[in-house]
C-alpha cells in the first residue's frame, strides 16, 4: 500500500504570497493532520480534519486555513506568507480521529520563503 | 502550558558507544508517550509507551516511561553510522487530536 503523498517536495516563494500545499492519505484513512516542523524544532499541530469537518486547530493565525475533501485527500494554504513561515510541513493520516498515536506521517513539503 | 523538553539537544558519538536521550513533560489529561526518528523527512514510529517501567525493546534500540516522574529515556546500545537522525518525543492527551513533539535530539554517530 502507498503510504502519505504529499506535493510539492519543495517550494520557494516570496513574501506576501500564498501556498497551496496537497496530502493523499493513506488508502482508508479518513483522518488528516498538518503539522509545521520550522529547523531546530519539533512539529507543530495546526490542523486536524475528519471527515472534512476540521476536529482541531492549532496556535496558528487565520492565514492558514485548511479542507478535506470526500476523497478524504487535504490542502493546507497559507495566505501573505512571512519570512517564518518557512518550514517543512508535514501531513499525518490516520484511520481514526481521536487517537493521533497511530497516525502516519509524509515526506513533507518543505518550504522556503524570501 | 503543556510541555515537552527533549535533552540533550545535540549528542556526536562514536560508532559502538551507548546513548540514553531523555524527554520530561508536563500535561495536562496526558495518555501516552511516543518516539519517533527523523531522517530527512517523515518522523517514523519507534515505540509507544503508556505504563510505567515497562520496558520496550526493538533489536538495539529500548524505552521506558516513569509516570510519576514524568520522563522517559530511550537507549541506543551499539550505535551505528545509521542511528545517526533526530530523535522526537512526541505526548498525546485524552480529548486531544494532537500530539505535542518536544525539539528533538540531533544524534550524529561518526565511524
Known amino acids: 500500500d502507498a503510504g502519505v503523498t504529499q506535493s510539492p517536495t519543495h517550494l520557494i516563494k516570496t513574501r506576501g504570497q500564498h501556498v497551496t500545499l496537497r496530502c493523499s492519505p493513506i488508502?482508508?484513512?479518513?483522518?488528516v493532520s498538518w503539522y509545521q516542523q520550522v529547523l531546530g524544532q519539533g512539529p507543530q499541530f495546526i490542523f486536524q480534519?475528519?471527515?472534512?469537518?476540521?476536529?482541531g486547530r492549532g496556535n496558528f493565525p487565520d492565514r492558514f486555513s485548511a479542507r478535506q475533501f470526500p476523497n478524504y485527500s487535504s490542502e493546507l494554504n497559507v495566505n501573505a506568507l512571512l519570512l517564518g513561515d518557512s518550514a517543512l510541513y508535514l501531513c499525518?493520516?490516520?484511520?481514526?480521529?481521536?487517537?493521533?498515536?497511530?497516525?502516519?506521517f509524509g515526506p513533507g513539503t518543505r518550504l522556503l520563503v524570501l | 502550558e503543556d510541555k515537552v523538553v527533549q535533552s540533550p539537544l545535540s549528542l556526536v558519538v562514536h560508532e559502538g558507544d551507548t546513548v540514553t536521550l531523555n524527554c520530561s513533560y508536563e500535561v495536562t489529561n496526558f495518555r501516552s508517550l511516543l518516539w519517533y526518528k527523523q531522517e530527512k523527512k517523515a518522523p517514523t514510529f519507534l515505540f509507544m509507551l503508556t505504563s510505567s517501567g515497562i520496558e520496550k525493546k526493538s533489536g538495539r534500540l529500548s524505552s521506558i516511561l516513569d509516570k510519576k516522574e514524568l520522563f522517559s529515556i530511550l537507549n541506543i546500545t551499539a550505535t551505528q553510522t545509521g542511528d545517526s537522525a533526530v530523535y522526537l518525543c512526541?505526548?498525546?492527551?485524552?480529548?486531544?487530536?494532537?500530539?505535542?513533539f518536544g525539539a528533538g535530539t540531533r544524534l550524529t554517530v561518526k565511524p
Open positions: 480534519y475528519y471527515e472534512k469537518e476540521e476536529r
Open positions: 488508502s482508508g484513512h479518513k483522518s
Open positions: 512526541a505526548v498525546g492527551r485524552y480529548n486531544n487530536n494532537d500530539m505535542r
Open positions: 499525518a493520516s490516520s484511520r481514526d480521529r481521536g487517537f493521533p498515536e497511530t497516525q502516519y
